[in-house]
């Protein structure tokens, strides 16, 4: 399977407990993303990357979410301190940047965080 | 910055017939506009995208068309069946150039069989 892959499929964590999520993108794209989606709404952008490079940060990703890519292939998301309104379902996409146009987003089958 | 509405939020329609889900957007430099198919339980799946230099794009059973004029993009499915049935996401790039995407808040389609 040559496409975006995420780990854990699912998460279930009591509040106040640290959690951190795995994307490994399609290989050799340079573009790396993360959402997040709640129940009956579309994705919502947290961050992304090129390369090793955060490019930006959503205002919706607090100070207790990190995320980093530190060899440009794979990302981890980690999320400190959990809250309930934490739970949600976290995507990761991938995409390879070759100009300037906007590129095409793949995504990954999301990790399913449950705070209790 | 970018903002999407869909229409409908939900959908039924029967096995053969045809659904169309349409999407307006608000900044009139926005140039890309995928669609994603999301069954329960999964990620996203890109069905098809456009880009502004077309009008049309078709792809078997599913076309997607662009009015850049009125800001609006519509997915059409033809000779639906039940394994169509999922939440269609419309999106767009959340500023001129910029990549991240804002998406519609769905549409849930039931092909009733």
């Known amino acids: 399977d040559t496409g975006v892959s995420q780990n854990p499929r699912h998460k279930i964590t009591k509040r106040g407990q640290n959690v951190t999520f795995r994307c490994d993108p399609i290989?050799?794209?340079?573009?790396l993303y993360w959402y997040r989606q709640t129940l009956g709404q579309g994705p919502e952008f947290l961050t992304y990357?090129?390369?090793?490079?955060?490019?930006?940060k959503s205002r919706l990703l607090s100070d207790r979410f990190s995320a980093e890519r530190p060899k440009g292939s794979f990302s981890t998301l980690e999320i400190q301190r959990t809250e309930q309104g934490d739970s949600a379902m976290y995507l990761c996409?991938?995409?390879?940047?070759?100009?300037?146009?906007?590129?095409?987003?793949?995504f990954g089958p999301g990790t399913r965080l449950t705070v209790l | 910055g970018e903002n999407v509405e869909q229409h409908p939020s939900t959908l039924s329609v029967q096995e053969g017939d045809s659904a169309v889900i349409k999407c307006t957007y608000s900044?009139?430099?926005?140039?890309?506009f995928p669609w994603y198919k999301q069954e329960l339980g999964k990620g996203p799946q890109l069905i098809i995208d456009?880009?502004?230099?077309?009008g049309e794009k078709k792809d078997q059973r599913i076309a997607v068309t662009l009015n850049k004029t009125a800001k609006h993009f519509s997915l059409h499915i033809t000779e639906t069946q039940p394994e169509d049935s999922a939440v269609y996401f419309c999106?767009?790039?959340?500023?001129?150039?910029?990549?991240?995407?804002?998406f519609g808040k769905g549409t849930r389609l039931s092909v009733i069989a």
């Open positions: 999106a767009a790039p959340r500023n001129s150039g910029n990549t991240p995407l804002v």
């Open positions: 456009i880009r502004s230099n077309v």
């Open positions: 290989s050799e794209h340079n573009r």
């Open positions: 900044d009139s430099a926005s140039n890309y």
């Open positions: 990357f090129q390369n090793e490079a955060q490019l930006e």
């Open positions: 996409a991938s995409s390879l940047r070759v100009s300037a146009s906007t590129d095409t987003q793949y």
